[in-house]
Structures are given as structure tokens and as C-alpha cells.
């Protein structure tokens, strides 16, 4: 089997993530506070932090997803009702979905920005879009459709011009493309998946914080420290963490994290780049790449293509089924993504590629395109 | 041949349902004409696996590759009952399915 589904999740886990999670499951459970104790939960943290120039590894709140921490990040700024938010139209379901959900319940209003001609986001339809009621910007780092990078650190800089909070989905970048959030002072919250770049096992997430502390808790519960508290502790992460958490997948993301920061974010999205450029720039007939990246930039390895005839999720089954190549078809979660591309309800064809990936598995790919193309 | 289940599929678009009907042997030549009797057969015999489609008049589509025990049926949510009853006819020795969540 191929696998070219790495947006969706990494496959195969690195080994160093397997013994983390086993040894995380035969040790005995330990209690904080015990003498010779390590807290499993502060080494992920304090790895996570180092992808993000953090020093404080409170600052890095562990989830089950990053749906969750977008979740818990939208439902934690509580904005006042009738709030305009700006997001794009590029934005995965779990950015679209509690905001919906948020502006039905609040009166509030969204804008969807577009992308430009060339597949690009640019930062100055943001700034168009700003209204006085405006009190939130959620923008994903990089597309999961198309792998298109959004110029984030144009869009950090706008938010803090703005005073305005900014939420970014990194789930398909983080571990990739590097966000340095070392000297910024307005609020900043970056949401991120651990089970896909970053090696980790499913039911893995995150969020990091930088400027002021300003989110309430969204959930409520046991947090093993102040439970005498009528209420959530106020302190961090454990106003924002309540339950058992899931230890051994973060050790297991703890030993992913570690293993990108040896190898570099720099290196494992160039390999994702090359085999992608390779893919694109020589791609059979009559295929066609939607929405191409502008300059060539597919650090994070996405690719979604679409068949004049065919559709995706016919193409798709021929590839796992004839050849077994396995990528993902559909919306991909991202409805609007698609009406703004023109490839809505059907949706694309999409090949991500990952560090198990080769050229050779590139050239089996065009083989197969090229066979189903042809048929 | 008896269709054993029908298993929904994610496949992420709106209306249609996936679903991969899994059968109690692998899918012959003969197997898939009788499936595409009154449709339409398409054929890939030259691929590496054997692929066949079949465009058929009780609302559904059905693709896969010879010498699976499984195949994939796409149908629009309002077909479903239709489209159990003609696999129960093309399939003649299937009984009901016991485990079949799409119906729910
Ligand atoms: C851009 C983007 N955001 C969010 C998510 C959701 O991640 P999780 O499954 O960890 O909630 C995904 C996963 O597919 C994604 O691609």
C-alpha cells in the first residue's frame, strides 16, 4: 500500500512515538508531587513549546483535537453578541462549524474572504473587512484543500495593529512551516492537530497563547489540584484543562514533536515540497492541479486535483482498489473551500504526501493517474 | 453469492451515501454481468486489478475490482430502499442484512 493521506493523519507512526505510548501504558500511573515524579504532560508541553518560540509551557494547553481547541478558543473570548468575525472561505469545518454556531446563538456576523485569482490569500482584504464591531480574526495557516500557506505573519502583525485576537488553525502546518510567537503582545492562539505532522496518535490537539490571558474556561471539571473550588482553578492549563487526559498520546506526541524538531520543520517540508512539485510539474493528462500554489510552495505537501470526466471519488477508489494508492476524496471538511474553487459537491482529488513518501511512489502515482486518466 | 453487509462509507459529500457491500466470496466475471444486467457495464480488464462499473436503473452505482469480496454502491439517500431490493434480487441467495446502519 501507498499512502498519501498524511493530511488526513501520518502513517506509519515512527517508532519512537510507538515505544512512548507503550512505555506510557506499563508504567505504573503515578501521582504529581511523588518524589522522582516527571510530569509526561509538562515534557509535551515544553516540546510543543519549542516549535513555536514559547517559554512558558503553561501557555500550551493540551486537547483531544484541534477541533477542540478551536472550540474551546471561540467559546473562551466570549464576544459580546452582534460581533463581526473575519475568517476565509478556505477555512476547515472546525473553524466554520462554532463559528456558525456561535454567530446563530449571538446574532453575530461572519466574512468569509475569498482567495485571489492566483490562489494566493492576501492579507489587505482583511483589512478592508475590519469593522468597528469586528473582535475576532480565524484564519488557517494552510489550506488542507489545496496546501496554499496564508502570509501569517502579515496577518499577526494586522491583528496587533488592530488589537484584535487571532486565532490560527496550524493543524496542517505545524511542524512544517515554522510561527514564531516570541515577542508578540496582542492576543494570538494557535490551534493545532498532533496526529498529523507532527507524528502524534489520533485524540491529540493542542492550543499555544501568546499575549494576554483572556480565555475563559469552556469546559468545567476535575483537574486534580484545587478541588475545593466551587469553580474552574484560575490557573493555567488548568482552567482550561478539566479531565483524565489522555497521557500516553502525549507522550506519544511528545516523542513526534521531538523527533520533527531533530529532523527540522525546514527539511521534512522540503521533502513534502519536492514530491509534490514533482507531481504537479508533470502532471499526466488530462488532469489538472485546482488551484495551484503560487511559486510552487507546498511545504506542507497538499495537492488536490480533479479529472474533466471523472470523478474524485470514482478516481479515488480506482487508485486504492487497482493499484492501492491511498489519498482522500470529497469536501474534505471544507464545504466553502470547494464552492469558492468550483469544484463543490464533488470536491477533489487530494494526494499529501509525508516523510515515508519517495519519488518512486511519486512515479507509481503519475503511472496510475495516467492509466485512470486514459481509461 | 449472498451480500453479507453494508458497511457506510465517509466519503464526505452531502447527499450520496458510500456504502462497501461486502460479499460471502470473491466478485467473479459472471457475478458483476448479472449486476449490470439492464445498466450500464463499464469494464477495465487491461488495469493491473480487473475494474468494472456499472451504472444501474435501480438508482445506484457500483465499482470495484474483480476477485474482491467487496464492491462499492453510491446511490442518492432516497433510492436506499430500491436499491436494497435490487441487490436482493441480483444477489438471490441474500437475506436480509442484519448490520446494516445506513438504514437507520
Ligand atoms: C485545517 C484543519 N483544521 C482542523 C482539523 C481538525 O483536526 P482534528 O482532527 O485534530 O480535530 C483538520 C484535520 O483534518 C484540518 O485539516
Not at chain 1, 514559547?54 to 460581533?83: F, H, K, W, Y
Not at chain 1, 507524528?199 to 475545593?228: R, Y
Not at chain 1, 487497482?322 to 489519498?327: L, N
Amino acid at each position: 500500500m501507498i499512502y498519501f493521506n498524511h493530511a488526513a493523519t501520518s502513517f506509519p507512526r515512527p517508532p519512537a512515538v510507538l515505544t512512548a505510548i507503550q512505555a506510557s501504558l506499563t508504567q505504573p500511573p503515578q501521582e504529581p508531587g511523588r518524589s522522582g515524579w516527571e510530569d509526561p504532560l509538562m515534557e509535551c508541553r515544553r516540546a510543543l513549546m519549542g516549535l513555536f518560540g514559547l517559554e512558558d509551557p503553561l501557555r500550551v494547553v493540551l486537547t483531544a483535537s484541534a477541533t477542540l481547541a478551536c472550540n474551546q478558543i471561540l467559546r473562551g473570548l466570549e464576544l459580546p453578541p452582534g460581533s463581526h468575525v473575519i475568517t476565509s472561505c478556505m477555512e476547515h469545518n472546525s473553524i466554520l462549524r462554532p463559528l456558525a454556531a456561535w454567530a446563530d446563538q449571538n446574532q453575530g456576523e461572519i466574512t468569509y474572504l475569498p482567495l485571489e485569482e492566483d490562489g494566493s490569500f492576501s492579507s489587505g482584504r482583511i483589512r478592508a473587512a475590519v469593522r468597528d464591531s469586528t473582535r475576532l480574526l480565524a484564519f488557517t495557516h494552510a489550506s488542507n484543500v489545496t496546501g496554499v500557506l496564508f502570509p501569517m505573519e502579515e496577518i499577526i502583525h494586522l491583528a496587533a495593529e488592530r488589537s484584535l485576537p487571532l486565532l490560527i488553525d496550524a493543524s496542517q502546518s505545524v511542524g512544517l512551516v515554522p510561527l514564531d510567537l516570541g515577542a508578540i503582545s496582542s492576543p494570538v492562539f494557535v490551534a493545532g492537530a498532533g496526529h498529523k505532522a507532527l507524528q502524534g496518535p489520533p485524540g491529540t490537539g493542542f492550543f499555544v497563547m501568546a499575549g494576554p490571558d483572556v480565555l475563559k474556561p469552556w469546559i468545567a471539571g476535575g483537574t486534580g489540584v484545587h478541588s475545593l473550588d466551587r469553580t474552574q482553578p484560575p490557573m493555567l492549563p488548568y482552567r482550561l484543562e478539566a479531565g483524565t487526559p489522555n497521557t500516553s498520546g502525549f507522550a506519544g506526541l511528545r516523542a513526534g514533536v521531538l523527533q520533527v524538531l531533530e529532523q527540522t520543520p525546514q527539511v521534512l517540508a522540503a521533502h513534502r515540497c519536492t514530491l509534490a512539485q514533482t507531481l504537479v510539474g508533470d502532471l499526466p493528462t488530462p488532469w489538472r492541479v485546482v488551484s495551484p500554489n503560487p511559486e510552487g510552495d507546498y511545504r506542507t505537501g497538499v495537492v488536490s486535483l480533479s479529472h474533466p470526466e471523472k470523478s474524485p471519488s470514482e478516481v479515488g477508489l480506482m487508485l486504492q482498489e487497482i493499484f492501492g494508492i491511498e489519498t482522500r476524496w470529497g469536501l474534505h471538511c471544507a464545504p466553502l473551500a470547494h464552492q469558492h474553487l468550483g469544484t463543490f459537491p464533488q470536491g477533489t482529488l487530494r494526494i499529501s504526501f509525508g516523510e515515508s513518501n519517495t519519488l518512486e511512489q511519486v512515479a507509481i502515482l503519475k503511472d496510475a493517474l495516467f492509466q485512470i486518466g486514459m481509461s | 453469492m449472498k451480500v453479507l453487509s453494508l458497511i457506510p462509507l465517509d466519503d464526505c459529500l452531502g447527499s450520496t451515501h458510500s456504502v462497501r457491500c461486502h460479499l460471502d466470496a470473491a466478485m467473479t466475471e459472471e457475478a458483476m454481468r448479472r449486476l449490470a444486467e439492464g445498466g450500464r457495464l463499464e469494464y477495465f480488464p487491461h488495469f493491473p486489478r480487473p475494474f468494472f462499473r456499472v451504472d444501474h436503473p435501480a438508482h445506484f452505482i457500483a465499482q470495484g475490482v474483480l476477485g474482491n469480496d467487496h464492491f462499492r454502491l453510491t446511490y442518492l439517500k432516497q433510492y436506499k430502499d430500491a436499491v436494497r431490493e435490487a441487490l436482493q434480487t441480483i444477489f438471490s441467495e441474500s437475506e436480509p442484512c442484519q448490520d446494516c446502519r445506513t438504514c437507520s
